[in-house]
């Protein structure tokens, strides 16, 4: 079982192993789900869905096409 050593600041260093078994890279975030009993479970943040997805999501439902005028006009604030 890995160990890690607390700095005076607080701050915890990950070994390339611990981080490759949870398919962290650097960049990215870490999740820390505080548990009642002390205890504490890290997992990779990830990304529920991406702006493709959700630009895609209507894709094909309907044949219209807006133009520009009317794509602005939807999205003026009122």
């Known amino acids: 079982m890995p160990t890690l050593t607390v700095t005076a600041r607080g701050q915890v260093t990950f070994s390339k192993d611990v981080l ?3 398919g962290i890279k ?3 975030k870490i999740e820390l789900d505080l548990l009642p009993d002390g205890r504490g479970v890290l997992r990779a943040a990830r990304q529920t ?3 493709a997805g959700f630009i895609g999501l209507l894709s094909g439902r309907t044949k219209k096409v807006a ?3 009317e794509i602005n006009g939807a999205t003026e604030l009122r």
Do not use: Y
Request: proline letters at 8%; hydrophobic letters at 25%; a negative charge.
């Open 20 to 22: 490759q078994h949870l």
């Open 49 to 51: 869905g991406t702006i």
């Open 67 to 69: 133009t520009i005028e």
């Open 26 to 28: 650097p960049g990215e």
